[in-house]
């Protein structure tokens, strides 16, 4: 089956964060840093907010034409949120935002890829799984970054998506254990 992927624009964000928010309904790390109550929508509604802020504006992101797929890939310089950004990002977390801020002091002693562009999201709906459609994601995003001789790198808390970032020339450069959270595994690609 042949996935046809495009640049994500504002009329696909709803489309996009309801992807993603299937896509991320039993992610570790979703589960472990999103408060459990409407987790669903709440991630839904913090994968919105990161693209529309971030993405979008400062990044590349990218849906296939069936709005089955999305990923998003950010440079390193992309600022910060603004402080109503930032406010409704906590409260999206809900009684759990503290843990985001300890896996960021633990993440942050991982290798870091310098000047690298980071690999923020990817996600297909559950019925999508398996029929390629990550991994023509994945293609596209990594073909604009190697076109303009850029690094990446990302972070994943599922070790069975593993092979699948090492089948795009991604390795492993680190791993941690969150307390009483997953497994986060950091790792780089150098530009293609």
């Not at 979703?30 to 839904?44: F, G, I, L, P, Q």
């Not at 949120?81 to 906590?90: M, R």
């Not at 969150?178 to 986060?184: A, C, H, M, R, S």
């Amino acid at each position: 089956m042949q996935n046809s992927v495009r640049p994500l624009s504002i009329d696909d964000l709803d489309r996009a964060a309801e992807v993603l928010g299937e896509a991320f309904a039993d992610y570790p790390w979703t589960n472990w840093c999103v408060a459990e109550d409407s987790h669903v929508e709440r991630v839904a509604a913090l994968q919105r907010i990161y693209l529309e802020h971030l993405a979008l504006p400062f990044g590349r992101s990218y849906i296939d034409d069936s709005g089955n797929g999305v990923i998003a890939v950010l440079p390193p310089d992309a600022p910060e949120p603004d402080e109503a950004t930032v406010e409704k990002i906590v409260e999206l977390h809900g009684d759990r935002f503290e843990r985001v801020l300890q896996a960021d002091e633990q993440l942050s002693a991982l290798p870091a890829l310098e000047h690298a562009w980071s690999l923020a999201t990817i996600g297909t709906t559950p019925r999508s799984q398996g029929s390629g459609l990550g991994s023509a994601l994945l293609k596209h995003a990594l073909a604009e970054l190697d076109r303009t001789e850029q690094a990446c790198w990302l972070d994943t808390s599922t070790e069975r998506n593993l092979p699948l970032y090492q089948r795009f020339g991604f390795t492993i450069v680190g791993k941690t254990s969150l307390p009483d959270g997953p497994d986060v595994w950091r790792m780089h690609r150098l530009q293609g």
